[in-house]
T-cell receptor
Framework: GENVEQHPSTLSVQEGDSAVIKCTYS??????FPWYKQELGKRPQLIID?????GEKKDQRIAVTLNKTAKHFSLHITETQPEDSAVYFC????????????FGTGTRLLVSP | KAGVTQTPRYLIKTRGQQVTLSCSPI?????VSWYQQTPGQGLQFLFE???????NKGNFPGRFSGRQFSNSRSEMNVSTLELGDSALYLC??????????????FGPGTRLTVT
């Protein structure tokens, strides 16, 4: 079945440090991997995504890497800032044309000043 | 472009009642997906509609249903509410044509509390 595992469940870092969140997916047919940031009481916001034909993608301080062989993908945030504090969700989706995302369980990131 | 909107934002219902939630996608988007978010189960896929047709359905009981109108607005209905249906219900819109995955953008959600 489809399953996405996400670790760690909580992550505390000091401002300026890097943060890494890791996800593993079970469905080998998955080929689209978005990451969402959800602040308290707010909607999930798409922050970056990657498709299976790409190994790495960067957008300023955030990057995502994908290892298709190991079925792992990771979110990297550099130079963390207090406003990065939120819950981050990874997700995976098959290329069936159906817009169905299978989400990880979320990582609560706390960036302390 | 205006973002995804959902109404109402908050709802309190009693067990056994039914509820209808509404979602208006981003202009030009034809796909609307619905998700349930709870502290225990996280974000779970309910169903997806594209051009008024349900294309995919998650593992939820038949009490959960939905529909989509010709203007791409979507509604979901939950009948015979149970306490466990208390959750944040999120809809997401995307371009959603067949054959590839598109970015999904979420609405603010409807917070449903069942008492």
């Amino acid at each position: 079945g489809e399953n996405v595992e996400q670790h760690p469940s909580t992550l505390s870092v000091q401002e300026g440090d890097s943060a890494v969140i890791k996800c593993t997916y079970s469905d080998s047919a998955s080929n689209y991997f978005p990451w969402y940031k959800q602040e308290l009481g707010k909607r999930p916001q798409l922050i970056i995504d990657i498709r299976s034909n790409v190994g790495e993608k960067k957008d300023q301080r955030i990057a995502v890497t994908l290892n298709k062989t190991a079925k792992h993908f990771s979110l990297h945030i550099t130079e963390t800032q207090p406003e990065d504090s939120a819950v981050y969700f990874c997700a995976a989706s098959r290329n069936t044309g159906f817009q169905k995302l299978v989400f990880g369980t979320g990582t609560r990131l706390l960036v302390s000043p | 472009k205006a973002g995804v909107t959902q109404t109402p934002r908050y709802l309190i219902k009693t067990r056994g009642q039914q509820v209808t939630l509404s979602c208006s996608p981003i202009s030009g988007h034809r796909s609307v997906s619905w998700y349930q978010q709870t502290p225990g189960q996280g974000l779970q896929f309910l169903f997806e509609y594209f051009s008024e047709t349900q294309r995919n359905k998650g593992n939820f009981p038949g009490r959960f249903s939905g529909r989509q109108f010709s203007n791409s607005r979507s509604e979901m209905n939950v009948s015979t509410l149970e306490l466990g249906d208390s959750a944040l219900y999120l809809c997401a819109s995307s371009s959603g044509s067949a054959g590839t995955q598109y970015e999904q953008y979420f609405g603010p959600g409807t917070r449903l509390t069942v008492t």
